[in-house]
């Protein structure tokens, strides 16, 4: 009897086998590995598995405890409902890559020491490439290679400041980062590139709108939310991260108002939402970091369920900007309410899964007497019911009717979203059940009526703000720039501008060399050229002349 | 499916009946917040009844106006902004 399988092992010794599957072996193979990796994921039970020594190193590939095991319960969740929602793809690289990026990001969060997790941090960015790059268009190509570089520049950070750490505490454990200097802010920085913290965030709202429909869904889920888990467990207590996570909840906030985009507003709001547990982590009090925890868990489950729903729409209408879109309600009335049950759990409303775990960040910033971060994070929250709760749906299901008739989306994508939707309504109503899986135990009632009525109160009549200002909240036809626009546009023109000051300086020097030379030929020619002073034939009088001179002075200086 | 599609276009038949509900119940959670007494008071604004409903509607006519005009300043840009970097080969 084998003690301890690595689920990440079954994910990705499965996933070897679907290039030789296809119909409906495939489909069942699919739903089996994810199953499996599931049931070994809930019988997993505190310790320390896996450990070895490696070029001196003691490393552990399977460190279980309660935190580890928030975050791989819901990424074992997700990617069953993943896989269904994937059911109807024939493309079997997507399905490897998404497994296999399962897998590196169950790695991450089970690595107990530095080195495993470099090892699958690097393998989650090979991996999910590919779930961008198998849209198979020249602009997700593009995406995806600058998805890639920024993940290759956060890699070598992270494995710059494995090998400081190991140098100066001689452990590669991966537990709280205690040291100061050059190791803590470059694993620091690493963590915050995954985590999509401004300003190192754009490649995140730049890539995740051009994957595929259904590798969204696993991106959507796992990138940002490892580097959540990664920041808890290693930097709890950072102050500069309240501040970042609070920026970060309303950037993208701004940026969801400008997008048109519709899985662009929500790659948006992704960084908005983990931006308030990037602020918990860095409260580090018991209540933040359970909340940070909780967050996540709930995120994952409801940000899936609205990139499922708005992939849906693109996958039936081909259509994936609010300019194009609207009316669709008649026509996809299951996708319209399934993403609405979506749209009330990110928006945190009362019953709706968000409401238990985002009210819990919320509270930690009030109970840790922090009142501009307070006010900012409920701000945030207006705003993503602004735009996720009311502005995508209203435009792409209500509003003008844009002449789209689209079929339902099918079965296998309806299912996977009602499993997701039914576990944001649970866990909204019966919140004890994801409070008892928390890292600590929670001391947190959310369903208080003082909580309860505020909510209310701020999410509808952000609701009456929106239809008030209807007329200037859709989409428009454009889009917007980033801090992505420093490496694809900046760069270009630093690139352009540095091209045209070398050719102006080479031609300057070209000119000064020829002007100089030309003007240095002219005065030899002058002298030595035909009729130049110097080149004349002198008559033999003036040389007797000359030594008549020369003597003449002789006879003066000379003799004496 | 049919039958939600249905009952969907009956609830936007009625929109303007579902809007006055929708007011008198926010008008009410705004009553309710003024009568009951808050739990307890950290801040300035906890004892203002409706702070919630007012915070609410300023946020989100702030973040609509503050961003719009940031994208009409600076972050606006033509759909084919970046597409001479993308090469069809």
Same mark, same amino acid.
């Given at each position: 009897?084998?003690?301890?399988?690595?689920?990440?092992?079954?994910?990705?010794?499965?996933?070897?086998?679907?290039?030789?599957?296809?119909?409906?072996?495939?489909?069942?193979?699919?739903?089996?590995?994810?199953?499996?990796? *599931?049931?070994?994921?809930?019988?997993?039970?505190?310790?320390?598995?896996?450990?070895?020594?490696?070029?001196?190193?003691?490393?552990?590939?399977?460190?279980?405890?309660?935190? =580890?095991?928030?975050? =791989?319960?819901?990424?074992?969740?997700?990617?069953?409902?993943?896989?269904? &929602?994937? *059911?109807?793809?024939?493309?079997?690289?997507?399905?490897?890559?998404?497994?296999? &990026?399962?897998?590196?990001?169950?790695?991450?969060?089970?690595?107990?020491?530095?080195?495993?997790? &470099?090892?699958?941090?690097?393998?989650?960015?090979?991996?999910?490439?590919?779930?961008?790059?198998?849209?198979?268009?020249?602009?997700?190509? =593009?995406?995806?290679?600058? &998805?890639?570089?920024?993940?290759?520049?956060?890699?070598?950070?992270?494995?710059?400041?494995?090998?400081?750490?190991?140098?100066?505490?001689?452990?590669?454990?991966?537990?709280?980062?205690?040291?100061?200097?050059?190791?803590?802010?470059?694993?620091?920085?690493?963590?915050?590139?995954?985590? =999509?913290?401004?300003?190192?965030?754009?490649?995140?709202?730049?890539?995740?709108?051009?994957?595929?429909?259904?590798?969204?869904?696993?991106?959507?889920?796992?990138?940002?939310?490892?580097?959540?888990?990664?920041?808890?467990?290693?930097?709890?207590?950072?102050?500069?991260?309240?501040?970042?996570?609070?920026?970060?909840?309303?950037?993208?906030?701004?940026?969801?108002?400008?997008?048109?985009?519709?899985?662009?507003?929500?790659?948006?709001?992704?960084?908005?939402?983990?931006?308030?547990?990037?602020a918990g982590v860095g409260m580090g009090t018991i209540l933040a970091l359970n909340g940070a925890a909780s967050h996540a868990f709930t995120h994952i489950l409801y940000k899936s369920l609205l990139f499922m729903g708005a992939g849906a729409v693109i996958y039936m209408t081909g259509k994936s900007k609010l300019t194009e879109l609207g009316g669709l309600y008649k026509y996809m009335p299951l996708t319209f309410i399934l993403y609405m049950i979506g749209g009330f759990s990110i928006s945190a409303f009362p019953l709706f899964s968000g409401f238990v775990s985002k009210t819990m960040v919320v509270e930690a910033a009030a109970a840790d007497y922090r009142p501009v971060i307070f006010l900012m994070l409920l701000c945030a929250s207006a705003g993503t019911f602004l735009h996720t709760g009311l502005k995508l749906p209203w435009f792409t299901f209500m509003g003008k009717d844009s002449g789209l008739r689209p079929k339902e989306a099918p079965a296998n994508m309806l299912i996977a979203m009602g499993i997701a939707a039914f576990l944001c309504i649970f866990i909204g109503v019966y919140p004890a059940a994801l409070y008892a899986i928390l890292p600590d135990p929670v001391d947190y009632n959310a369903y208080t009526i003082g909580h309860v009525l505020k909510e209310l109160q701020l999410l509808l009549f952000t609701g009456l703000g929106f239809f008030i200002l209807l007329k200037h909240v859709g989409g428009e036809a454009k889009i917007s720039a980033d801090t992505d626009w420093f490496y694809r546009a900046g760069g270009k023109r630093l690139v352009a501008t540095l091209r045209n000051g070398v050719v102006a300086t080479n031609r300057g020097i070209g000119n000064l060399f020829q002007v100089t030379w030309s003007r240095y030929v002219a005065w030899i020619s002058q002298r030595y050229g035909k009729g130049g002073r110097l080149s004349r034939s002198w008559p033999t009088g003036t040389m007797a002349l000359w030594a008549a001179i020369l003597l003449a002075v002789l006879l003066v200086f000379g003799v004496r | 499916m049919k039958a939600l599609s249905e009952l969907l276009q009956f609830m936007v038949r009625h929109g303007r009946t579902l809007t006055w509900i929708m007011l008198v119940i926010m008008a009410g959670l705004v009553i309710a917040d003024l009568l009951i007494e808050p739990a307890y008071i950290r801040y300035p604004w906890d004892g203002i009844g409706g702070f919630g409903a007012l915070y609410g509607f300023i946020s989100c006519v702030l973040i609509i106006v503050v961003s719009k005009a940031l994208g009409y300043a600076f972050l606006y840009k033509p759909e084919d902004y970046y597409d001479d970097e993308i090469r069809d080969d």
């Open positions: 009897m084998i003690e301890w399988i690595h689920p990440s092992l079954v994910l990705i010794v499965g996933s070897l086998l679907l290039p030789f599957l296809n119909g409906r072996a495939r489909q069942a193979w699919m739903l089996i590995v994810p199953g499996i990796t *599931l049931a070994l994921i809930l019988n997993l039970t505190p310790g320390e598995y896996g450990q070895f020594s490696f070029l001196g190193l003691d490393l552990t590939v399977g460190r279980v405890d309660q935190l =580890a095991l928030v975050f =791989a319960y819901v990424f074992g969740i997700i990617l069953v409902i993943g896989a269904i &929602y994937a *059911l109807h793809v024939g493309d079997w690289i997507q399905h490897v890559a998404g497994f296999c &990026y399962g897998a590196s990001a169950l790695g991450v969060v089970l690595a107990g020491d530095l080195v495993t997790l &470099y090892v699958f941090w690097e393998l989650m960015v090979i991996t999910s490439v590919w779930l961008i790059w198998r849209r198979k268009n020249p602009v997700s190509f =593009a995406a995806g290679m600058r &998805y890639l570089m920024v993940h290759a520049v956060g890699g070598v950070l992270l494995l710059a400041g494995v090998v400081i750490y190991y140098q100066t505490t001689g452990s590669v454990s991966f537990d709280q980062i205690e040291i100061g200097g050059p190791a803590f802010y470059l694993i620091l920085i690493a963590f915050m590139i995954n985590a =999509a913290v401004p300003p190192l965030h754009a490649w995140l709202a730049d890539a995740y709108p051009e994957a595929t429909i259904t590798g969204a869904i696993f991106l959507s889920a796992l990138t940002t939310k490892t580097a959540v888990y990664t920041l808890i467990r290693g930097y709890p207590g950072t102050e500069i991260l309240v501040w970042l996570g609070a920026i970060m909840a309303l950037y993208g906030v701004v940026y969801a108002v400008l997008a048109n985009d519709i899985r662009r507003l929500l790659a948006y709001h992704i960084i908005s939402q983990v931006g308030y547990m990037v | -």
